[in-house]
């Protein structure tokens, strides 16, 4: 009886991608690897895509801050930084001080807006 219900069970299972017939294990539910890594590829695809562009922004921003600010303190116009390709719509946290400034990071980089479209770019020690 238990082998019959092998049988049954394997020749009734397809692969989850191609839906080729399953040989193998009972628990079995790809045919090969590419199969398997096609499928997980797929699942989640927007999601995965949305944290990937974020991802590439926010490395996109450290690196223009970091680049810019070699000395751990600095002033920098708007338009290099945009000039640059710096987005202001990404970073990693916000900081506001006693005094009502707000500090914006990517990680350890941090800019803060100052007058006449200027802003002191700073370095957080690790």
């Not at 708007?78 to 400034?101: A, E, H, V, W």
């Amino acid at each position: 009886m238990n082998n019959l219900l092998y049988l049954y069970t394997m020749e009734n299972s397809l692969c989850l991608e191609c839906k080729e017939p399953l040989k193998g294990r009972v628990d079995k539910k790809f045919c090969s690897d590419y199969c398997r890594n096609t499928f997980n590829n797929s699942v989640d695809k927007d999601s995965k895509n949305l944290i990937r562009n974020v991802n590439n922004r926010l490395r996109k921003n450290y690196k223009i801050l970091s680049e810019l600010n070699v000395s751990g303190k600095m002033k920098v116009t708007r338009t290099k930084l945009y000039d640059k390709g710096f987005d202001f719509q990404f970073f990693t946290s916000i900081y506001k001080t006693k005094t009502g400034n707000t500090y914006f990071y990517v990680y350890n980089e941090g800019y803060l807006a100052l007058e006449h479209d200027t802003f002191l770019l700073i370095r957080k020690e690790r």
